[in-house]
């Protein structure tokens, strides 16, 4: 059995998407604001992926650490799925954005901001999901810590499996 203290579990869902909401949020912002200032010296979608990349890299060290509690930096392995959602995320910010502009051909930046932030809150509801049961799910049930209460214990030889009997 192992003696060393144990990290405890992460926050419980409905904390760690509220911490999901503040710092996927604040970033989601902050990129949306740079985004907007970008576009204005190269196309859009390349300002997106930019600007996408970036608030990925800080976006995946925020929710390790703060709200996953994952018990390490994120490595490798966390950071590429973590793209992967992000990529997920930049087609349909990128997919809402060229279908405003086919339907508006010069729509206003408070519509672009509206179609862009809405079409990054339903990308970020299902990057939370991703994040929260595959990405940093491993992190969790490796740093849990058993809960308290009853724990079911195997038998041994001195304590046979008891016996079911159907009358």
Known sequence: MDDAPQTPAGPGPLASF???VLFG???GLLSSGAVALLADSMPWAVANAVITIASTLLGT??????TFGAAHRPGWRQHWQSAS???AAYVATSAA???LH???TSPGTLTEQIVYLSASGLAGTARFLILRLVVFAADRGRNATPAP???LRMPTKSAPLPTLTLA
């Open 61 to 66: 060290e925020l929710h390790a650490r703060f």
């Open 18 to 20: 509220a911490r999901f």
């Open 102 to 104: 086919a339907v508006q």
């Open 25 to 27: 949020g604040g970033v």
């Open 85 to 87: 959602s992000a990529a």
């Open 149 to 151: 209460g009853p724990q």
């Open 97 to 99: 954005m060229l279908a």
